[in-house]
């Protein structure tokens, strides 16, 4: 089997370091488009960027590839999905209406309104006065999120202690065009106490496989303070999700959305995510939708997946996902992120990477944001480094990925150190 991944994060690292791994040797050849310097040790790199749909679906065509892999969600947004299709080329992901509720918020708040899904109260504003209006009725209460509507890589929504910060991220999304087109909408919502879970379904269009549970840390600081971000570490499983809230989110949430999207001719196919708070109350409310893989959450996902990854995708992109079942390691997996100095704000890139650990069983360390200066590995983005591991329990993962993190060196490297903090409150170890 011929695959190309498309994307250059350490989610598609960890994709194609699992479909190396394939369990039944099916996977002879991978292209990744355009990669980084960690994903250039598994396949070959195609100097293609990831937003010039109609150049890679031309490369897909050449190298007449089996399956193509989209990882995140500019190309899913673009229509990629549209182009590849047309061509008659396999390919995993949803179409562009489909993944229209990632792309726009405002869609997304009321497709769920429409269906009857629960999430937070919000108001849409077009304009600075009107969210200045809103803000100060303040019907939504504070602290609240202020989000960009389109397309920010995790950085457009702000979370507001008072009337003065929302007005204040209003303006500088509306007034200032800090996202550019992609805060000329935003959209006002309540913010809700509790604890977030990373809800991930495989869907053919009709059959929905839940995948790992996942507690991701947006945060970008330990306590879960900052700024928000793309993601800075995960744990799998997610101990705040018990099998009666899995269900409810399953009917209340995950079924609905597909039956709504399919009944508005948006027939969802790829990786379905739920960001979800669980309130004080113990219902789950929708934060977000993503139309991919969660990055970092794909990466402790692959990490527990003992099911072959290549046939997987394949059942779901020829809608045939009643024929599989999919198996997980039943270890615990965590990732802590490595992130640059000034992530997500203004990130300073070309820190030479001094030293770096190896991968090894049960461990990874998946680039993010790296490239070669000639025989110097430098980091090229916001998150470099994605350390996963595995461990008989989830102390044990902890400490295996965060020794792995303390012998990362570069200028200005930044992390978290609680991640999984609260699971292990649970679990009474902390």
Not at 112 to 117: A, G, K, P
Not at 159 to 181: I, N, P, Q, Y
Not at 332 to 351: F, L, T
């Given at each position: 089997?011929?695959?190309?991944?498309?994307?250059?994060?350490?989610?598609?690292?960890?994709?194609?370091?699992?479909?190396?791994?394939?369990?039944?040797?099916?996977?002879?050849?991978?292209?990744?488009?355009?990669?980084?310097?960690?994903?250039?040790?598994?396949?070959?790199?195609?100097?293609?960027?990831?937003?010039?749909?109609?150049?890679?679906?031309?490369?897909?065509?050449?190298?007449?590839?089996?399956l193509t892999i989209?990882?995140?969600?500019?190309?899913?947004?673009?229509?990629?999905?549209?182009?590849?299709k047309k061509r008659g080329l396999r390919i995993f992901g949803p179409t562009r209406s489909a993944a229209e509720i990632e792309g726009s918020k405002v869609f997304a708040r009321e497709f769920l309104t429409r269906h009857n899904v629960p999430s937070p109260r919000y108001s849409v504003c077009g304009s600075y006065d009107e969210a200045e209006r809103i803000l100060k009725e303040g019907k939504l209460g504070f602290p609240c999120v202020v989000k960009a509507d389109g397309l920010t890589s995790g950085k457009g929504a702000l979370v507001c202690e008072t009337r003065e910060e929302a007005l204040a991220a209003a303006a500088s999304m509306l007034k200032d065009k800090r996202f550019g087109k992609a805060g000329e909408r935003v959209v006002i919502e309540e913010f809700v106490p509790g604890e977030e879970v990373s809800f991930l379904v495989l869907c053919d269009g009709t059959r929905a496989v839940p995948l790992a549970s996942v507690q991701d840390h947006k945060r970008l600081k330990d306590g879960d303070k900052g700024p928000n971000t793309g993601g800075m570490g995960t744990i799998s499983p997610a101990l705040n999700l018990k099998l009666e809230l899995h269900k409810e989110i399953m009917s209340t949430i995950i079924i609905p959305t597909i039956a709504g999207l399919s009944k508005e001719g948006r027939s969802f196919s790829g990786v379905l995510y739920a960001g979800l708070m669980i309130g004080t109350d113990?219902?789950?409310?929708?934060?977000?939708?993503?139309?991919?893989?969660?990055?970092?959450?794909?990466?402790?996902?692959?990490?527990?997946?003992?099911?072959?990854?290549?046939?997987?995708?394949?059942?779901v992109a020829d809608g045939a996902l009643a024929d599989v079942k999919v198996e997980w390691a039943k270890e615990p997996a965590v990732c802590v992120v490595v992130a640059s100095e000034g992530y997500p704000d203004n990130v300073v890139k070309g820190r030479e990477v001094r030293h770096l650990p190896e991968s090894e069983d049960g461990l990874q360390i998946l680039h993010g944001a790296t490239v070669m200066d000639g025989q110097k590995l430098v980091t090229n983005g916001g998150r470099v480094f994605a350390v996963t591991a595995l461990g008989a329990s989830l102390p044990q993962a902890l400490n295996r990925a965060y020794e792995a993190v303390a012998h990362i060196e570069f200028d200005g490297a930044q992390y978290r150190r609680d991640i999984g903090a609260s699971a292990l409150k649970k679990l009474g170890v902390a």
């Amino acid at each position: 089997m011929k695959i190309l991944v498309v994307g250059n994060g350490a989610r598609e690292h960890a994709i194609v370091a699992k479909l190396r791994d394939s369990s039944i040797g099916a996977v002879d050849e991978i292209y990744c488009a355009p990669g980084n310097a960690g994903i250039a040790k598994h396949a070959r790199l195609v100097p293609i960027e990831m937003s010039n749909t109609v150049e890679l679906a031309d490369f897909a065509q050449t190298i007449k590839a089996d399956l193509t892999i989209v990882g995140p969600e500019l190309p899913l947004v673009l229509g990629i999905v549209d182009e590849f299709k047309k061509r008659g080329l396999r390919i995993f992901g949803p179409t562009r209406s489909a993944a229209e509720i990632e792309g726009s918020k405002v869609f997304a708040r009321e497709f769920l309104t429409r269906h009857n899904v629960p999430s937070p109260r919000y108001s849409v504003c077009g304009s600075y006065d009107e969210a200045e209006r809103i803000l100060k009725e303040g019907k939504l209460g504070f602290p609240c999120v202020v989000k960009a509507d389109g397309l920010t890589s995790g950085k457009g929504a702000l979370v507001c202690e008072t009337r003065e910060e929302a007005l204040a991220a209003a303006a500088s999304m509306l007034k200032d065009k800090r996202f550019g087109k992609a805060g000329e909408r935003v959209v006002i919502e309540e913010f809700v106490p509790g604890e977030e879970v990373s809800f991930l379904v495989l869907c053919d269009g009709t059959r929905a496989v839940p995948l790992a549970s996942v507690q991701d840390h947006k945060r970008l600081k330990d306590g879960d303070k900052g700024p928000n971000t793309g993601g800075m570490g995960t744990i799998s499983p997610a101990l705040n999700l018990k099998l009666e809230l899995h269900k409810e989110i399953m009917s209340t949430i995950i079924i609905p959305t597909i039956a709504g999207l399919s009944k508005e001719g948006r027939s969802f196919s790829g990786v379905l995510y739920a960001g979800l708070m669980i309130g004080t109350d113990g219902k789950p409310r929708v934060l977000e939708f993503n139309a991919r893989f969660g990055d970092p959450e794909c990466q402790v996902i692959l990490a527990r997946l003992r099911s072959d990854l290549a046939s997987l995708l394949v059942a779901v992109a020829d809608g045939a996902l009643a024929d599989v079942k999919v198996e997980w390691a039943k270890e615990p997996a965590v990732c802590v992120v490595v992130a640059s100095e000034g992530y997500p704000d203004n990130v300073v890139k070309g820190r030479e990477v001094r030293h770096l650990p190896e991968s090894e069983d049960g461990l990874q360390i998946l680039h993010g944001a790296t490239v070669m200066d000639g025989q110097k590995l430098v980091t090229n983005g916001g998150r470099v480094f994605a350390v996963t591991a595995l461990g008989a329990s989830l102390p044990q993962a902890l400490n295996r990925a965060y020794e792995a993190v303390a012998h990362i060196e570069f200028d200005g490297a930044q992390y978290r150190r609680d991640i999984g903090a609260s699971a292990l409150k649970k679990l009474g170890v902390a």
